[in-house]
Every structure is written in structure tokens, then in C-alpha cells.
């Protein structure tokens, strides 16, 4: 077996497995820690307890008005390379067979001199928070390893793939097969460290929105 | 770090599963065992939910007036992060085994004192900005229960609270409150109703209200004298605030509300009325059921939207007090309106006055903090930094032009008053509740 055999093979599967499992006892985890019940009488029914999440859950996704001036440009910043990567993940043509293929659907993808620009702008967005992190004293503060390796791995990915499409440095087939061994990389890093928040952040909005607007309270 | 900093030996009366007599550094690890075996899965799950962003900074008004990052308000609980990794997430005998997470130490924690205290308002408004949602207010009064078991809460705040638990009043007074609360009836000729035996509504009074504002107190008499309600203070549960909420001792905190909910059940009261004062107000709406481990059997109600009520309701009419106050801004408490849910009720009580509002630049439920919050007023040692954050907000007052500052929350009186003297500020802040007492329409002069 080749070393691209190897990564799309059992390279990807085995990591895929530890991403699954890994994935489940993240959350699952959490169900054995004590949940409280909160004997207080609420503000709010239940419906709009939901609603509060739900709204909380959209809300959360831009500044408010009054931290927009002091915020804006770092959210802007950090959505900016998100929408990047998905476009990329999702929608290059090459991902949406191999994707597609695993759960059985296909979807239009962009055209790949799209693709290019949106990964070499993402790259560059992706480097900008890198800066930002080294170099803003408070988000410098607080991070740590998690941090700094997901950064790295998830570059890598992108770098690869970049590297893979443009076909340079090596040969496609070696290329590729790198590419795909950082995606390997990824998925096996992926339940240890705070890329677990694209599992969490709309339950996450939508908990603590629901429970503050159960108080009535702002959210 | 000064001294003052310093570990407080007997602070935390409530037994450690560390015996006899610990030392710091078995207490802080014995501490941190039982936060992280207390933890919940919402807590675990708000802690797991952050990406280290840093945007909270953003909204904490000592932040934004030092740019010290150390005031970011999830760095605050840094500590009991590393805790709970270590002793209880998903990972913990991984983190343990590799030495990923080191144990908590004391001098760690005696740094975290003053973040968590001198430096937290409670205020919420970090919980408003989190992009993950992270309620992250709670999580900083969890980290100071931990704090507290510790024996790492600030001796004003421990002192206090372990005085009310035991007597009923945070501090030794000239004369019991009781006695002051009779004779603030006599100074302002209204009637205080006092241990009636059966009752629709028990009422109870700020501390600081009696000690500074004796006229709020009255006004609160007064009111409810007024609408002609049914209601009662109780001897042996006087005082509103909570300080074993403040000072982070969970077992403190349900003693002083048992005192509370014993007497309104012992006189049948259907309402339990928190005057003027924020933290009260949450520590019985939000909390005190918890720490009871049942429902409560009365409702808990702030006199603001007690008093919202009886306007939507029509039993309360108010003069129009425009020409007496003039333009009026209105000082939101945090523990009451953002935190609280007490949204409406301030500006709905504003309108029936008729006044003329100017509000400031940040209001309602994105209020800053008067500074005070959180036990920060009690702590004389956390001044210099209360007063640098605490400019934001009397800059925001001063530039609304407003003649008049109202709030409904005798600390954030307390506070402001504390800043008038402190740099020479022109403002005096007046109480809502005393604006609708003095505005009162008799049932023979309504139209």
C-alpha cells in the first residue's frame, strides 16, 4: 500500500474513529457530571425559554450595538476565515465527491479558480489571527498549547491542499497524500482541543440564552 | 501582592474533608478537589465552551479603564479551569497522569483573590458579549464559593457574612435595626408595620438603606401604607442583603435567606418584598430556592416591579414629578435589570412620573456597573481601582446633561454617593422608590 492508500485508506478511517469516539465521549461526558435542578420559580414558560435560546443562538453570531465599536473587527476577522474554510471544505469539487461519497449526496461546488482565491485569502485571514494572537495582550494571555497546535494543524490542511492543487514542491500523488495525512492528523487531534467548538457553540448559545431568558433576564 | 492579600486562616467555617487543623496549601488542594467534584455538567460544559477569544474584555468596565488583561473575565477563572480539567473533564485522568494540568496552588489562588473579588462586580455584562454564549457571570460566583472554601474570601466580606448568619445583621450596630426601623417611622411620621402575625407581604430593608438612607425606608412604608396592602417587617429577619452571597459561602448564604424565608412562611406572606438593593434581590429571586432544595412558597418581588405592577394594575397613581427633578437618567443595577430580568419596570415607573429621560450612552440591559457591585464597595483595599473603573460611568452620567441620577439599588446609591465625595462630583443620587412616595395620588385628589 502506497502512502496515499495508506491516508485515504486506513490512515482516514482509523482517525475517523477516533474522532467519532472521541467526539461522543466529549459530549456524553458531561452527562455524568450533577445536573442541578433549579427549584426558582421562573420568569418565563418554557416556549419562551426556547425561544430566548433560539434567538440567543442567532444573536451571539454578530456584536450587539453596544460592543460593536470595541469588537467588531475581531469577529469580523475570526467569521471571515470560518466562512473561508467552509467554502472550501464544502464546496470545492474534489471535497464534495469525497465527502458526498461518505454519507451518499452530492451538491454544486464553486469553480476550483474560485476555490484558489477564496484558500490563498483564507490562508491570509488565517495568518492575520495568528498575529492577532501573539500580538493582542489579552488573547496572548490566554493561550495556550490548544491553541497554538490547532492553529497549526488546521494550517497545515490548508497549506497542503493549496499545495496539492497547485501542484507544487513534489508530485501530485505525494502531494495529495500529505494533504490527506494532515486531514488524518486533524481528525484524530480534533476531539482533544477547542476545535471541539464547532460541536459546541450553537448549544452552547442556545443553553445559556434559554436559561437567562427563563430569568427574564438579558441575553 | 499586599498583604492584605494574604490567606485568612479560620475563613471558611464550613468543614474540609482535610483534618486536623489543614494548612493553606491542604485547604486550597481539598478546595479545589470539591469544586471540581461539585461542578455540574452547565458549569463544565460553560468552561469547555471557550475558544480563548478574549472578546469579554471588551464589555468589563476594569479592562477597559486599565487595559490590564489580567481583568479579562474568563481569565478569572482561570484556576478553577485548570481544576476542573485536572480533577473532572473529559480527560482528567489523561491530564493528571501526563501532567497536562498542574494542581491549583495557594499562591495561585492569593493572586486570583484579587481578580475575583477586587476586581468583579457580579455585574453580568461579559455574559452579554461571550460570542460562545458563556454565561460567564456565573461561573466567576461559582469560582468564588470555591474561593471561599479556600478561606481565600476578603475578611470584609467573609466577616460580614458570617456575622449576619449568626445574628442577622452583617455588623454590630448602636442600636438593633430593629429599634432604628421604629424610629424612622417616628423621624418621617409614617407607620411601620412590624411582626404582624399574618400578612400579605413580608417586608424587608437594605442595611444601607437604614444606616444612609432613612428616607427610602420610610418611602417604602409609605408606599405600601398607600396601596393599602397587608404587609409586615418581621424582627428576626430585617435585612435584605445577603453577604454570604457576596463573600462566596454557599452555606452563609442559605442561613441568611433561611432566616427570610422562615418568617414569610411563619406569617403566611404570599410576597416576599426586596426593597432597593440588587444582589438581595437575586440572592432570594434566583437562588435562595436552590439553597432552600424546594420551591419557595411565596414569590419573591422587587419593589420596582412590585411598584410596575400596581401602575399596569391601577392601583398606584403618581403625580407628574418632571417639574421636581427634571431631565432624569437612570442608573440600571445590574444584579437587578440585567441580571435580574427587572427590565421594564424602572422606565415603566419613570413614564407614570412623567419625567423627562436622558439616557445614558449605555443603558438597560447594556448598563455598565456603578462599581460597587459584587462586595467591591465593602472592600476599602479595592478603592483606587473601583474609582478608575467606575469613571466610565459617571463620564456616561455627566454627558447625558441630566439634572437628576435615580436608581432603584441603595449600593449603587451608596456607590455613587462614595464618588461624589471622592472626586468632587456634582451628582446625588436619589431613589425611585422615594420619587414615587413623594408623587403619591391620594384616592380624593385623583381626577
Known amino acids: ?219 | 501582592m499586599s498583604t492584605a492579600l494574604a490567606l485568612i486562616p479560620d475563613a471558611a467555617p464550613a468543614p474540609l474533608p482535610v483534618a486536623p487543623d489543614p494548612t493553606p496549601a491542604a485547604r486550597v488542594a481539598a478546595a479545589m478537589r470539591g469544586f471540581a467534584a461539585e461542578i455540574g455538567a452547565l458549569s463544565a460544559f460553560r468552561m469547555e465552551s471557550c475558544i480563548h477569544c478574549g472578546i469579554c474584555a471588551e464589555s468589563c468596565h476594569y479592562y477597559i479603564a486599565t487595559e490590564d488583561p489580567r481583568y479579562t473575565p474568563i481569565w478569572k477563572i482561570e484556576p478553577f479551569k485548570q481544576a476542573y480539567k485536572r480533577e473532572s473533564s473529559s480527560f482528567a485522568p489523561v491530564m493528571r497522569a501526563l501532567g497536562l494540568k498542574r494542581a491549583v496552588t495557594a499562591t495561585q489562588l492569593q493572586e486570583w483573590q484579587h481578580l475575583l473579588f477586587d476586581s468583579c462586580n457580579l455585574c453580568g455584562r461579559c455574559s452579554l458579549i461571550c460570542p460562545m454564549g458563556i454565561d460567564i457571570a456565573s461561573l466567576i460566583e461559582q469560582a468564588r464559593h470555591a474561593m471561599f472554601d479556600a478561606g481565600l474570601a476578603p475578611s470584609e466580606l467573609y466577616e460580614k457574612a458570617a456575622h449576619q448568619a449568626r445574628t442577622g445583621q452583617p455588623e454590630s450596630s448602636s442600636e438593633p435595626y430593629r429599634d432604628q426601623l421604629l424610629a424612622i417611622g417616628r423621624k418621617f411620621g409614617v407607620a411601620i408595620p412590624l411582626d404582624v402575625a399574618k400578612v400579605d407581604v413580608m417586608l424587608c430593608v437594605a442595611r444601607t438603606d437604614i444606616e444612609r438612607y432613612p428616607a427610602a425606608v420610610a418611602a417604602l412604608a409609605r408606599v405600601m401604607g398607600h396601596l393599602g396592602v397587608s404587609c409586615t417587617f418581621r424582627s428576626d429577619a430585617l435585612v435584605a442583603e445577603n453577604y454570604g452571597y457576596l463573600a462566596g459561602g454557599k452555606d452563609l448564604q442559605r442561613q441568611i435567606s433561611r432566616r427570610l424565608i422562615d418568617e414569610a412562611i411563619a406569617c403566611g406572606a404570599g410576597t416576599l418584598l426586596v426593597p432597593e438593593c440588587g444582589h438581595a434581590y437575586s440572592a432570594l429571586r434566583w437562588e435562595a430556592a436552590d439553597l432552600y432544595g424546594k420551591p419557595l412558597p411565596f414569590v419573591v418581588r422587587h419593589v420596582t416591579e412590585y411598584l410596575a405592577d400596581a401602575l399596569r394594575g391601577g392601583t398606584l397613581h403618581l403625580r407628574n414629578a418632571g417639574e421636581e427633578t427634571g431631565s432624569v437618567t437612570f442608573h440600571d443595577p445590574c444584579e437587578l435589570v440585567r441580571k435580574g430580568g427587572v427590565r421594564s419596570a424602572p422606565r415603566a415607573i419613570l413614564k407614570a412620573l412623567g419625567v423627562t429621560m436622558n439616557e445614558l450612552l449605555n443603558h438597560g440591559d447594556f448598563a455598565f456597573c456603578c462599581g460597587g457591585g459584587g462586595g467591591v464597595i465593602d472592600m476599602p483595599r479595592a478603592a483606587p481601582l473601583r474609582y478608575r473603573a467606575m469613571e466610565i460611568k459617571l463620564r456616561e452620567i455627566d454627558d447625558t446633561g441630566a439634572r437628576t441620577l435615580l436608581t432603584s439599588c441603595s449600593d449603587c446609591r451608596r456607590t455613587f454617593d462614595d464618588a461624589r465625595v471622592h472626586f468632587d462630583w456634582d451628582k446625588s443620587p436619589g431613589s425611585l422608590l422615594e420619587l414615587v412616595a413623594a408623587n403619591l395620588v391620594t384616592v380624593a385628589a385623583r381626577p
Open chain 1, 1 to 219: 500500500m502506497d502512502l496515499l492508500g495508506f491516508a485515504r485508506g486506513p490512515g482516514f478511517w482509523g482517525a475517523f474513529a477516533v474522532f467519532c469516539a472521541g467526539v461522543v465521549w466529549r459530549i456524553v461526558s458531561f452527562a455524568l457530571l450533577r445536573i442541578r435542578h433549579d427549584w426558582n420559580r421562573p420568569r418565563a414558560g418554557l416556549a419562551r425559554s426556547v425561544a430566548g435560546g433560539v434567538l440567543a443562538t442567532a444573536t451571539r453570531s454578530y456584536p450587539h450595538r453596544e460592543f460593536i465599536g470595541r469588537t467588531g473587527a475581531g469577529e469580523a476577522l475570526g467569521y471571515s476565515y470560518h466562512l473561508g474554510l467552509f467554502a472550501v471544505v464544502l464546496l470545492f469539487t474534489p471535497h464534495i465527491a469525497f465527502l458526498g461519497g461518505l454519507v451518499g449526496l452530492r451538491w454544486p461546488g464553486l469553480p476550483s479558480s474560485l476555490i484558489t482565491v477564496i484558500s490563498v485569502l483564507t490562508v491570509g485571514l488565517f495568518l492575520a489571527v495568528l498575529f492577532r494572537r501573539v500580538t493582542n495582550p489579552v488573547i496572548r494571555m490566554l493561550s495556550n498549547f490548544d491553541d497554538y497546535f490547532s492553529w497549526c494543524i488546521t494550517m497545515l490542511v490548508m497549506a497542503t491542499g493549496i499545495a496539492a492543487t497547485a501542484h507544487i514542491g513534489a508530485r501530485y500523488e505525494t502531494l495529495l497524500a500529505v494533504h490527506v495525512l494532515s486531514v488524518d492528523a486533524l481528525l484524530l487531534w480534533f476531539p482533544f482541543g477547542k476545535l471541539m467548538h464547532a460541536f459546541y457553540i450553537f448549544p452552547s448559545r442556545a443553553l445559556n440564552g434559554g436559561l437567562l431568558s427563563r430569568k427574564g433576564a438579558a441575553s
